[in-house]
């Protein structure tokens, strides 16, 4: 159960909410979602059907607006409780689901966040395959050789986190993270993770997302509890926000511990740009990269003055389930993003969600790929 009565009604969370500052709607802020929770939470009966639905238009998920509460409420944790425990929201996505599968489940190429109950990703496999051929980004050139990488890694075990997208949708990130594993001298543990869970938690399926969360805590487990190498921001978010899986607080920080993006182990290398690299480069930091952004100092070390530092740090708009209850105000946040990511020619992220958003809705002639696809790996310098 999430705490909704700690609001003390200060506005820290209306600095940052970016549904608010698209909208402008002062109802659709965290606070005045705060304060609904906790009228909601004696009577979950007087949230009707439509209320149900509306509430699915509610919140992007950012996470944002906790970060910032000096009383620690968790308002996305505080919508995805009331959505959990309706049958009226739970039956209206499924409604919304199946109804608008041929624009939904293309448009999002990320199927396996928004999961409703009992399509786990193994049952979905065929369908989450056969969207790999589907076009969910341009796939960029890549442009970045390595000369060299560091080596104070080489020997160790580690797990390679995957996520969904990189699994069904966009193979090649996985293939591209393997591949560098490999050069650093890493032994690749293998292990049957699942997905993080955070999609379905977020979408109110919390059974789903407590069993996605015990078979990874088991497979790292059993493969030893080494580290856990990620290489989207969100999926490393789902993945540290795990509280419940663990024999006791010795194991639960063992398993904060071992979590490490992909780009904490490929900052000392040395690199060098190719005449191909694109002029301006934007980097887009996710609202889930709530751990130190070693994406963006990668970047910021390989990139040089190509980089542009948009001044203000806006939300993609993907929003999770958000997207198919209010496309619109998902796209209103959307176009703000862009207004900040003004004069690159190509936009880099390390986040599978917002990759998606954002190759979906980019201006002609700008190219939008993760940080991996710029590595070419078939021409080392
Ligand atoms: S920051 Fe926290 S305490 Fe302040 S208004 Fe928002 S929810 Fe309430
Ligand atoms: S999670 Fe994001 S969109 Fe939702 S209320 Fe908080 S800041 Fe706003």
Known sequence: MTDTGNCILCGKCMEVCPLLRASGQEELSPRAKANLSALLASDIEALQEKDAAELAGLCLGCGRCKQKCPQGVDVPALVADLRGKHPGFRGWLWNKWLKHARELWPSTSLAARLIPSGMQPERLSPFLKAMQLLKSGNGLKP?????????????????????????YVRPEWQHTALDLLSRLGIDVVKGKFGCCGMGLECAGFQT???????????????????????????CHKGLAEYSKNFEDAVEARQWIEALTPISRLVLQGCYVLTPQAPEWIGYHRPCHMQHQDTDHAFLSA?????????????????????QLGSPELCT?????????LDGADTVLTGCSACVAQLAASAPEN????????????????
């Open 143 to 167: 442009f970045v050789r390595i000369k060299t990488l560091p080596k104070n890694h080489a020997g160790t075990s580690m797990m390679l986190f995957s996520g969904c997208t990189a699994r």
């Open 208 to 234: 789903d997302a407590a069993q996605m969360r015990d078979t990874n805590v088991l497979a790292w487990r059993k493969a030893g509890k080494p580290k856990i190498v990620t290489l989207c921001a969100s």
């Open 302 to 322: 390989v990139l040089g003055e190509k980089l542009l530092e948009p001044d203000d740090r806006q939300c993609c708009g993907f929003g999770g389930v958000m």
């Open 332 to 340: 209103q946040v959307n176009e703000r993003c862009w207004q900040s």
């Open 366 to 381: 700008i190219q939008v790929g993760h940080w991996l696809e710029i590595l070419d790996l078939e021409d080392d310098a």
